[in-house]
């Protein structure tokens, strides 16, 4: 890893969390954290060094179990996606 960042700020009953980093080869990461009213959504965003892509998101509510959906484009365009619903106890 050449960088990495992190950070969260709380205000009026919400948090949001970011992190990333950077890979000695060119990929990177980042993925955002909101939480607010028993709710959160986080999205993760990762490009590889050779043009590939993947991305996630994620949301959970309480009581309501959480929603995750996905994508991945590889270096020669290739795309594969999904999306699955679990209940959390």
Do not use: D, E, Y
């Not at 990929?27 to 965003?45: E, L, M, P, Y």
């Not at 490009?47 to 020669?76: D, E, L």
């Amino acid at each position: 890893m050449t960088s990495t960042n992190r950070s969260v700020a709380c205000a009026g009953g919400a948090c949001v969390g970011v992190r990333g980093a950077t890979g000695v080869h060119g990929g990177s990461t980042a993925q955002t954290r909101v939480c607010t009213g028993g709710a959160c959504t986080s999205a993760r965003i990762t490009a590889g060094p050779n043009g590939g892509m993947a991305a996630r998101t994620r949301h959970c509510a309480t009581g309501q179990g959480c929603t995750t959906n996905r994508a991945v484009i590889g270096p020669g365009g290739g795309v594969h996606t999904g999306s699955r619903s679990f209940q959390r106890w």
